[in-house]
């Protein structure tokens, strides 16, 4: 396992910004996926940052991954990997629509509301019963305005 330094969070979320080309995209993303294991605290969230700066191909083949870790922001992107990739197991949309921290489950009903698909709405179904009054709203708002 790799140890997050105070500064390595922003050099990787720096050199996620300026990878223009896939192939440094990709040295990027393993550098951040490498760092992954660090504990959950702002560096968990700098991560998931400087992993929205890649090209979505690049990332999305990872987001299982990325929904086992332990910071909510790294999960927050794989709910949104999830949506925006068909391919993705409905089984992931489930588990993340059962998230312990709501700002995970509020994420993937934005993202799912916005879908029309049969795997999404199988998952909007699950955060239609959210304990979460916020949650549920998501699905109507966004809902509602397709």
Not at 35 to 51: F, I, K, S, T, V
Request: hydrophobic share 50%.
């Amino acid at each position: 396992m790799i140890k997050l330094n105070r500064h390595q969070g922003h050099w990787l979320l720096l050199a996620a910004v300026v990878a223009r080309f896939a192939e440094r995209a990709e040295r990027v993303r393993e550098r951040i996926l490498l760092a992954l294991p660090a504990p959950a605290d702002d560096g968990g969230y700098r991560l998931a940052q400087a992993l929205q700066f890649l090209p979505q191909k690049v990332v999305a083949p990872h987001a299982l991954l990325l929904a086992a870790h332990p910071h909510w922001a790294v999960r927050s992107l794989s709910a949104i990997l999830w949506a925006g990739h068909t391919e993705a197991p409905v089984q992931l949309g489930s588990l993340l629509a059962r998230d312990p921290d709501v700002r995970v489950r509020r994420i993937l009903a934005t993202e799912v509301a916005k879908r029309t698909d049969l795997r999404s709405s199988a998952v909007a179904m699950l955060l239609a019963a959210d304990p979460r009054h916020s949650v549920r709203r998501l699905l109507t708002d966004f809902g509602a305005s397709r």
